[in-house]
């Protein structure tokens, strides 16, 4: 019997986005793909299209006087960048061959084709936050059934109320703890984790704060 692999799609969502999740979605998008060897050859110039998420943050602040033509300006730049996002979504849909870990690395979300109902994922748990060497944590997140990939978030706890600047990795596998590397010793930082199946992402577990040394 032939089973039959569901190819792995885009989440193309941009067109809901408010200005500034449209800016910081971009480029994250951005900021994973250059310099990423799985996407050498992208169909968009990515100085270009950064050059682009540039001139329409700028152009999202200048239409805040409510000037008609700025608003216009600001529409048409709009229009341009989710369609370079859309041809950089299609190019990783295909340079990714289907291997998730791959796809997500390159900044895009994996929309769920699901077409019946599923039962959704599991929350993945973080067991523990450890140690390794110095800069190093080890995050142990207790692994789940029919789960594809982990995505691993963390971020130094922030000061003065404003909200952390979380960094998102993508693994494979968690049967073995998840090394964290580049952290600041003395610092405090929050992890969570989710998972991703057929059903489509789980919701982010509960922060684990931790000090590194």
């Not at 200005?19 to 250059?34: E, F, N, P």
Request: hydrophobic share 40%; charged share 15%.
């Amino acid at each position: 019997m032939t089973t039959i692999v569901k190819k792995l799609k885009v989440l193309f969502d941009f067109l809901r986005l408010p200005s500034d999740g449209l800016v910081s979605r971009l480029t994250q998008i951005h900021d994973k793909m250059a310099g990423n060897p799985a996407f050498s050859n992208p169909p968009v110039d990515l100085a270009v299209f950064l050059t682009a998420i540039t001139t329409y943050s700028a152009s999202v602040v200048a239409a805040l006087d409510g000037s008609k033509q700025v608003k216009a300006i600001m529409k048409k730049q709009r229009e341009g960048l989710v369609k370079m996002a859309e041809q950089l979504g299609h190019y990783v849909e295909a340079a990714s061959n289907n291997d998730p870990v791959t796809f997500t690395s390159s900044g895009f979300e994996i929309r769920s084709t699901a077409r019946v109902p599923t039962p959704p994922l599991a929350q993945p748990p973080i067991n523990s936050v450890d140690q390794g060497k110095s800069g190093e944590m080890l995050v142990n997140v207790g692994p789940v059934q029919n789960a594809r990939i982990y995505e691993v978030e963390y971020a130094p706890v922030s000061t003065g109320g404003t909200s952390p600047v979380w960094t998102k990795m993508t693994v494979a596998t968690v049967r073995k703890p998840v090394p964290v590397q580049d952290l600041t010793p003395g610092t405090t930082y929050l992890f969570h984790v989710r998972a991703f199946g057929t059903p489509g992402f789980t919701d982010w577990s509960q922060p684990v704060q931790r000090m590194c040394i």
